[in-house]
T-cell receptor, first 108, second 113 residues
Framework: QKEVEQNSGPLSVPEGAIASLNCTYS??????FFWYRQYSGKSPELIMS????GDKEDGRFTAQLNKASQYVSLLIRDSQPSDSATYLC????????FGKGTMLLVSP | DGGITQSPKYLFRKEGQNVTLSCEQN?????MYWYRQDPGQGLRLIYY???????QKGDIAEGYSVSREKKESFPLTVTSAQKNPTAFYLC????????????FGPGTRLTVT
């Protein structure tokens, strides 16, 4: 049974803080990991991909991968109200398997 | 939304009717996918196609059918056999060699009463 687990939230952070979103997965052989952002009523938007252990930074976003612990995370620095959305973790497990998402609320 | 279009944005149908959702892409992507999303749920894969004239069932293919006659187009038919068709339907595409890096269209919200 393929599983990608995320805390549903909401995760509430004040503007300017660091938001930390976490995801665990069940398939040890997974090689590709993605974070999507989904605004309410809209389709998911790919914001980060990571394929090897360690950190990958892109602007205010940092993805972190630990394959030994089967854990992937997304850090958002200097959070803005416009970052308020649901963040979906997706893991390659023959096909792409999505978590249910974590809702992030950034208050001004 | 990139170069993926889905139409219509909202669709209403009576129970027992088949309905076809459109998905077109101009990204020259080889692979295309259909997902459904229900409130509070993750995306679930219905069908996918990696090449023209070929497609595979995903996790929840029952009650759905697809065709892939052109690289640009991957329509999804929701048949009357689908028990709970009301959902948000999302089409995605990806480039060959990066099949897991998928880009989504704007989605079609289907309501069946």
């Amino acid at each position: 049974q393929k599983e990608v687990e995320q805390n549903s939230g909401p995760l509430s952070v004040p503007e300017g803080a660091i938001a930390s979103l976490n995801c665990t997965y069940s398939d040890r052989v997974s090689q590709s990991f993605f974070w999507y952002r989904q605004y309410s009523g809209k389709s998911p938007e790919l914001i980060m991909s990571i394929y090897s252990n360690g950190d990958k930074e892109d602007g205010r976003f940092t993805a972190q991968l630990n394959k030994a612990s089967q854990y992937v995370s997304l850090l958002i620095r200097d959070s803005q109200p416009s970052d308020s959305a649901t963040y979906l973790c997706a893991v390659e497990e023959s096909t792409l398997t999505f978590g249910k998402g974590t809702m992030l609320l950034v208050s001004p | 939304d990139g170069g993926i279009t889905q139409s219509p944005k909202y669709l209403f149908r009576k129970e027992g009717q088949n309905v076809t959702l459109s998905c077109e892409q101009n990204l020259n992507h080889d692979a295309m996918y259909w997902y459904r999303q229900d409130p509070g749920q993750g995306l679930r894969l219905i069908y996918y196609s990696q090449i023209v004239n070929d497609f595979q069932k995903g996790d929840i293919a029952e009650g759905y059918s697809v065709s892939r006659e052109k690289k640009e187009s991957f329509p999804l038919t929701v048949t009357s056999a689908q028990k709970n068709p009301t959902a948000f339907y999302l089409c995605a595409s990806s480039q060959a060699g990066t099949e897991y890096e998928q880009y989504f269209g704007p989605g079609t919200r289907l309501t069946v009463t």
